[in-house]
């Protein structure tokens, strides 16, 4: 399988991205010269789960999702001649809420072909739910609820480490998405380490696991990071672990399409549990 693809992809029916249409991301994918395209949209959140971001906007509706797959099965037909597209989900891992997770999961595992699992929810010391990507506002009162931005780097990769580990059903994603996505207001929120020995522990994990990490460019095009996550120098270590390194462009919006695909120097793979295949 040629491995020229972007792996992913959000669309209209993401609540913070842009009404740009799935067939606009699809024909920008053509005209790119891609070959594979996966959508992969903001699961729903569970039903007893509270969006913790001030909009209420992380994810997909719930009544948007058969919306959400009769479209993009709509668009797998129509354009079969000239690009693969495969459906999915990109799911939050949210601690505590595994049951929930593996219900979602398990309702919609059939229907889709390629997934991520990722995580953009803590718990705080206060036991408040806090999304780490929302904004630079948002990341500085989270730094005040840990007392450090230390404390929410350890939080983060503890949490991380519990998402590969956590048993989330025979529909578990085995793609991990952008690893160090709590680097994201890094030029201004310092840890006062690398946090590398944590990242490789991770690596090792993903290893030892069989998954793959999405090797995700749309940090290089945030202001307060301008690298990929992980970094260009973390993917070569994976690669050289043999982890397969599947690229993402994490578009909102369909000029998006394999940005920023030329700025890694590595070797993509292809998911291997497409169920296109
Ligand atoms: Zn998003
Ligand atoms: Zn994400």
């Known amino acids: 399988m040629n491995t020229i693809g972007d792996f992913h992809v959000h669309t209209n029916f993401c609540p913070h991205g842009s009404d740009d249409s799935m067939e606009s991301y699809v024909l920008a994918a053509i005209k790119s010269g891609l070959k594979h395209l996966t959508f992969t949209e903001h699961a729903p959140l569970p039903k007893n789960f509270i969006d913790p971001t001030p909009e209420k906007d992380s994810a997909m509706r719930w009544e948007d999702i058969n919306k959400y797959f009769d479209e993009a099965n709509r668009l797998k037909h129509l354009y079969k001649d000239d690009l693969t597209i495969n459906v999915g989900f990109e799911i939050d891992y949210i601690e505590g809420f595994e049951k929930e997770s593996i219900e979602i999961l398990n309702k919609f ?63 578990k994603p085995i793609r991990i998405g952008h690893i160090t996505l709590i680097e994201k207001f890094s030029k201004v929120f310092k840890s006062s380490t690398s946090f590398e020995d944590e990242i490789i522990s991770i690596l090792s994990i993903i290893k030892e696991l069989g998954y793959e990490l999405d090797a995700n460019a749309a940090g290089f095009f945030k202001e307060y990071y301008q690298s990929s996550y992980p970094s260009p120098a973390i993917l070569a270590i994976a690669e050289e672990m043999g982890i397969p390194l599947i690229f993402g462009s994490d578009s909102h919006t369909s000029h998006h399409i394999a940005r920023g695909i030329d700025l890694l120097p590595i070797t993509f793979s292809s998911p291997k549990k497409l169920k296109n295949d």
Do not use: W
């Not at 010391?125 to 929410?152: H, K, Q, T, W």
């Open 109 to 171: 595992g059939n229907q889709i072909d390629d997934a991520i699992l990722s995580v953009h929810m803590l718990i705080a010391p206060n036991g408040e739910f806090v999304c780490i990507d929302y904004s630079m506002g948002e990341f500085e009162r989270i730094v005040d609820l840990f007392g450090s931005v230390d404390a929410v780097y350890s939080k983060y990769y503890e949490t991380l480490k519990n998402a590969l580990y956590s048993d989330l059903g025979e529909f």
